[in-house]
């Protein structure tokens, strides 16, 4: 507005530059409040009458129509306002209720369990989004440290609502239940009463025990990484793969459970094919097993977050898929702290 007035006086009235002080209310409505949009717009008010007096447009509809020109945008600056400032309130609600249902739906798990530790990340596709399909939970139980992770197919409140189903059957499965697959065969039914049609959940159930070994039990998820302190990286791959959740019925017979050596110094970490196919600008999938020494960090938390990075840099930009991981290490001594 300073800018036009100036230009205003210098050019002189032939011009034609005054409506364009309308311009302040116009921006401050995009950006302000409706206080201040008004506040600007009266100052662009006075202005236009101020500079209209002085180049005597008054004598002739010029200096009407610029006075008008300024009422009618600061007008519609102030109404924009408000309305921008009730959607922005919405949308606090409402990011506020999605953080409530996170913390229902996906729980923070314990860091630390006995001689594990413990670490999580989660990463939406969806914009301004806190949860999607896919889902973890820890739960230590009288046989162990049971772990779920898995996928939903699918996205969307659908989605959602299925990872919901999962979890709280897990939640009570792994506390009842004496093994894995009794656990998997109670999630089973319980999403068998759920879904309709042919949508299925890919899951990895584990148990950590007080043995030398972890008894994992897959469902068309992918596999675990296992990573040695000598360095050794492998996948911790059944026998044979089975059909996910929710499919079961189609199949053969039920998956079988396998041990794995889980030693101390070893780590664990499950993931969702979210960042087991992050892709790059070329279409190569991200190469899990080559950044394994990314989880070297003794922050279980700060590997977990330094390998998110890496996944997003090697994916250049917002991932296309939702991305959860959860690492579980044992501890070498039980006197370090969780």
Same mark, same amino acid.
């Given at each position: 507005?300073?800018?036009?007035?100036?230009?205003?006086?210098?050019?002189?009235?032939?011009?034609?530059? @005054?409506?364009?002080?309308?311009?302040?209310?116009?921006?401050?409505?995009?950006?302000?409040?409706?206080?201040?949009? #008004?506040?600007?717009?009266?100052? #662009?008010? !006075?202005?236009?009458?101020?500079?209209?007096?002085?180049?005597?447009?008054?004598?002739?509809?010029?200096?009407?129509?610029?006075?008008?020109?300024? #009422?009618?945008?600061?007008?519609?600056?102030?109404?924009?306002?408000?309305?921008?400032?009730?959607?922005?309130?919405?949308?606090?609600?409402?990011?506020?209720?999605?953080?409530?249902?996170?913390?229902?739906?996906?729980?923070?798990?314990?860091?630390?369990?006995?001689?594990?530790?413990?670490?999580?990340?989660?990463?939406?596709?969806?914009?301004?989004?806190?949860?999607?399909?896919?889902?973890?939970?820890?739960?230590?139980?009288?046989?162990? !440290?049971?772990?779920?992770?898995?996928?939903?197919?699918?996205?969307?409140?659908?989605?959602?609502?299925?990872?919901?189903?999962?979890?709280?059957?897990?939640?009570?499965?792994?506390?009842?239940?004496?093994?894995?697959?009794?656990?998997?065969?109670?999630?089973?039914?319980?999403?068998?009463?759920? @879904?309709?049609?042919?949508?299925?959940?890919?899951?990895?159930?584990?148990?950590?025990?007080?043995?030398?070994?972890?008894?994992?039990?897959?469902?068309?998820?992918?596999?675990?990484?296992?990573?040695?302190?000598?360095?050794?990286?492998?996948?911790?791959?059944?026998?044979?793969?089975?059909?996910?959740?929710?499919?079961?019925?189609?199949?053969?017979? #039920?998956?079988?459970?396998?041990?794995?050596?889980?030693?101390?110094?070893?780590? @664990?970490?499950?993931?969702?094919?979210?960042?087991?196919?992050?892709?790059?600008?070329?279409?190569?999938?991200?190469?899990?097993?080559?950044?394994?020494?990314?989880?070297?960090?003794?922050?279980?938390?700060?590997? @977990?977050?330094?390998?998110?990075?890496?996944?997003?840099?090697?994916?250049?930009?917002?991932?296309?898929?939702?991305?959860?991981?959860?690492?579980?290490?044992?501890?070498?001594?039980?006197?370090?702290?969780?």
């Amino acid at each position: 507005m300073a800018a036009v007035s100036a230009v205003d006086l210098i050019a002189g009235p032939g011009v034609g530059f @005054l409506p364009l002080v309308s311009l302040g209310p116009a921006f401050a409505g995009l950006v302000g409040g409706w206080r201040r949009t #008004a506040l600007v717009g009266l100052t #662009a008010f !006075v202005l236009c009458v101020g500079l209209g007096v002085h180049s005597g447009l008054f004598e002739s509809r010029r200096g009407l129509t610029a006075l008008l020109s300024v #009422a009618g945008v600061t007008a519609a600056g102030v109404a924009a306002a408000v309305m921008r400032q009730r959607r922005e309130a919405e949308l606090a609600s409402v990011r506020s209720i999605a953080e409530v249902a996170q913390r229902v739906l996906l729980r923070p798990v314990p860091r630390g369990a006995g001689p594990l530790r413990i670490a999580v990340s989660y990463t939406s596709a969806v914009a301004e989004a806190r949860i999607g399909g896919d889902l973890y939970e820890v739960v230590t139980s009288p046989a162990g !440290v049971r772990i779920i992770v898995g996928d939903v197919q699918g996205k969307g409140l659908e989605a959602v609502e299925t990872a919901a189903v999962v979890l709280g059957a897990f939640r009570e499965a792994a506390h009842d239940e004496p093994d894995l697959p009794a656990v998997g065969a109670r999630v089973e039914r319980a999403l068998n009463r759920h @879904l309709s049609g042919e949508r299925f959940v890919t899951a990895v159930l584990a148990e950590i025990g007080d043995g030398p070994d972890a008894t994992l039990l897959n469902f068309g998820h992918p596999s675990p990484l296992v990573v040695r302190p000598d360095g050794e990286v492998r996948y911790a791959a059944p026998t044979e793969r089975a059909l996910p959740l929710g499919l079961m019925e189609h199949g053969p017979e #039920a998956p079988l459970p396998y041990g794995i050596p889980f030693a101390p110094g070893d780590q @664990l970490l499950f993931y969702t094919d979210g960042v087991s196919e992050a892709r790059d600008g070329a279409g190569r999938f991200y190469p899990l097993v080559e950044r394994a020494g990314l989880l070297k960090d003794p922050d279980p938390e700060a590997a @977990l977050r330094a390998v998110r990075e890496d996944v997003v840099d090697h994916a250049e930009g917002p991932l296309h898929d939702d991305a959860a991981m959860l690492l579980v290490r044992y501890r070498k001594g039980h006197l370090e702290a969780p």
